[in-house]
């Protein structure tokens, strides 16, 4: 003990960052596990889609939705993200919807936005389409 506490305090810099990092770690943790935004992997989508009929919401640009996306998806322009309009999906309020974007990481914004308007049961596919492809699943063009 005595030795983490004589490197602490000659390299105070790196111990700051170590417990930033440490603080940074357990917060997302926790924030996670209390979320109602679930990430779902490739498998869970998978089944989500099958056995309960969920819609794929890709909010990728139009040029790399049409490179390729999961069979079924429906488009989402960025205009209509940005603004918050989910008009379109008004009757799909109550079904299941799994919200996809290229790395899984700028559709969790979406997500939140979604459940805030009202949709019951929204979720993000981790890891984007780079996780679908990398799974070997199924894509149309």
């Not at 079924?72 to 960025?78: F, R, T």
Request: proline residues 2%.
């Amino acid at each position: 003990m005595e030795q983490v506490i004589e490197f602490a305090t000659n390299h105070y810099i790196l111990a700051g960052l170590f417990v930033a990092l440490l603080v940074a770690l357990l917060y997302s943790t926790v924030a996670g596990s209390f979320s109602k935004l679930k990430e779902l992997s490739t498998h869970e989508a998978t089944l989500l889609m099958n056995k309960e009929d969920a819609m794929v919401l890709d909010i990728r640009p139009v040029a790399e939705f049409k490179k390729g996306h999961i069979l079924g998806a429906k488009q989402i322009k960025a205009e209509q993200v940005t603004k918050g309009d989910f008009t379109g999906l008004e009757k799909q309020k109550d079904k299941p919807i799994i919200v996809v974007c290229a790395m899984g990481m700028t559709c969790k914004r979406t997500a939140n936005q979604m459940l805030k308007e009202g949709f019951e049961q929204v979720s993000v596919l981790k890891g984007g389409m780079n996780a679908w492809q990398g799974a070997s699943l199924p894509v149309s063009k």
